[in-house]
């Protein structure tokens, strides 16, 4: 079935450290790919997306590339914040499905 | 505008007891979905409701959990004798549905706490 495997956290880094947060999927055909990010007290916001391969989805300074060969999209940010620290979310969804099927999560706390 | 708000934001209940959450969609959204994040888990999904369409119901996870969606708009989720592992935090989302790419925009929402 359709899956999505994340990096497991927490990751702790230093501002302005680089950010990488490894996500892959599993899925026939064709999905869309997300990456959501929970900050504190907050809900779920849409932080970038790619919808085919090769793609690259980009906002706030993250980014992430759809690589259908190695079925991956990962996340990455050069110089990370404090105002980053947050829980990230990778997601895919697949035509004609009905649903995000969500990766577990990956906690990012940013230290000065 | 305004985006999908949940209520309450926090409950409360005990063992056996039943409870309903209420969901507003962002206006316009025709798909509207529930999701559970337990402690420690990834969001599982729930149900689906798409314009008049029979729901989705797929992911519920047993005959206590129902849903309806009155007029294509506000959702309630109701669960029924409520289990201790039922807590968890609620979460509603809602979209246009009128493409592929199948944007969601999120609530809140709700944590529950059966004691």
């Known amino acids: 079935g359709d899956s999505v495997t994340q990096m497991e956290g927490p990751v702790t880094l230093s501002e302005e450290a680089f950010l990488t947060i490894n996500c892959t999927y599993t899925a026939t055909g064709y999905p869309s790919l997300f990456w959501y990010v929970q900050y504190p007290g907050e809900g779920l916001q849409l932080l970038l997306k790619a919808t085919k391969a090769d793609d690259k989805g980009s906002n706030k300074g993250f980014e992430a590339t759809y690589r259908k060969e190695t079925t991956s999209f990962h996340l990455e940010k050069g110089s990370v914040q404090v105002s980053d620290s947050a829980v990230y979310f990778c997601a895919l969804f697949k035509t004609g499905a009905n649903n995000l099927f969500f990766g577990t999560g990956t906690r990012l706390t940013v230290i000065p | 505008g305004a985006g999908v708000s949940q209520s309450p934001s926090n409950k409360v209940t005990e063992k056996g007891k039943d409870v309903e959450l209420r969901c507003d969609p962002i206006?316009?959204?025709?798909?509207l979905y529930w999701y559970r994040q337990s402690l420690g888990q990834g969001l599982e999904f729930l149900i689906y409701?798409?314009?008049?369409?029979?729901?989705?119901k797929s992911g519920l996870p047993s005959d206590r959990f129902s849903a309806e969606r009155t007029g294509g708009s506000v959702s309630t989720l109701t669960i029924q004798r409520t289990q201790q592992e039922d807590s968890a935090v609620y979460l509603c989302?809602?979209?246009?549905?009128?493409?592929?790419?199948?944007?969601?925009?999120f609530g809140p929402g709700t944590r529950l706490l059966v004691l």
């Open positions: 989302a809602s979209s246009l549905r009128d493409s592929w790419t199948e944007t969601q925009y």
């Open positions: 206006s316009g959204h025709t798909a």
């Open positions: 409701f798409q314009g008049n369409s029979a729901p989705d």
